[in-house]
């Protein structure tokens, strides 16, 4: 199969359907599973650009997609099983993503699965304690998640903050709780 091909594809994880769309040898897009597979199919393809890519997603069967993007999905299910993958080798499309946005999600992507930082923190790397809110706006518009985590990122308080997946705090407290995190000390009931 031909890595520059582009494309869109379904696949089902422990929490759900989630969807991917990769163009040129990498990533494009990531959605977290909405309350349906029609409903991550519908918002993925909302997200993507004009153009990118064509085609209506569909559930992926082996060899369906380039070797890249079947590593992507087989990390991203591991992870939502709770294996330990910081799926860094991950390569994504970074063209419609802005300076500050890459180096936000340059960050969350050194959180190692089952630790958490919060926005304070990441803005502090950032060089600027006060960019902590342009940190959260960053990560809400987040196309990568689960391969860029901004599930890892927390309030200051350890309260989850917000989350703009599917299902918003509760999916990202699941997600914590799955790779054994406790924001605030505290371990998730889910």
């Given at each position: 199969?031909?890595?520059?091909?582009?494309?869109?594809?379904?696949?089902?994880?422990?929490?759900?359907?989630?969807?991917?769309?990769?163009?040129?040898?990498?990533?494009?897009?990531?959605?977290?599973?909405?309350?349906?597979?029609?409903?991550?199919?519908?918002?993925?393809?909302?997200?993507?650009?004009?153009?990118?890519?064509?085609?209506?997603?569909?559930?992926?069967?082996?060899?369906?997609?380039?070797?890249?993007?079947?590593?992507?999905?087989?990390?991203?299910?591991?992870?939502?099983?709770?294996?330990?993958?910081?799926?860094?080798?991950?390569?994504?499309?970074?063209?419609?993503v802005s300076d500050f946005h890459q180096r936000?999600?340059?960050?969350?992507?050194?959180?190692?699965?089952?630790?958490?930082?919060?926005?304070?923190?990441?803005?502090?790397?950032?060089?600027?304690?006060?960019?902590?809110?342009?940190?959260?706006?960053?990560?809400?518009?987040?196309?990568?998640?689960?391969?860029?985590?901004?599930?890892?990122?927390?309030?200051?308080?350890?309260?989850?903050?917000?989350?703009?997946?599917?299902?918003?705090?509760?999916?990202?407290?699941?997600?914590?709780?799955?790779?054994?995190?406790?924001?605030?000390?505290?371990?998730?009931?889910?």
């Amino acid at each position: 199969m031909n890595d520059n091909v582009s494309g869109t594809a379904l696949f089902d994880t422990a929490i759900g359907t989630c969807g991917i769309a990769w163009r040129a040898g990498s990533v494009t897009a990531v959605q977290l599973p909405e309350a349906t597979a029609e409903g991550t199919r519908v918002r993925m393809l909302k997200a993507l650009p004009p153009g990118l890519p064509g085609g209506e997603p569909a559930l992926c069967q082996a060899g369906a997609v380039p070797p890249f993007v079947q590593a992507a999905i087989d990390g991203v299910r591991a992870l939502l099983q709770g294996a330990p993958r910081d799926l860094r080798e991950v390569p994504l499309d970074m063209t419609r993503v802005s300076d500050f946005h890459q180096r936000v999600y340059a960050i969350a992507r050194r959180i190692a699965p089952g630790q958490t930082r919060s926005y304070g923190e990441v803005a502090a790397e950032l060089g600027d304690k006060g960019l902590a809110r342009a940190v959260g706006q960053a990560l809400g518009q987040n196309p990568f998640a689960p391969i860029v985590p901004c599930h890892r990122v927390v309030a200051a308080n350890g309260k989850p903050g917000g989350f703009s997946g599917g299902g918003g705090a509760l999916t990202k407290l699941r997600m914590l709780a799955i790779e054994g995190a406790a924001p605030g000390g505290t371990r998730s009931l889910f």
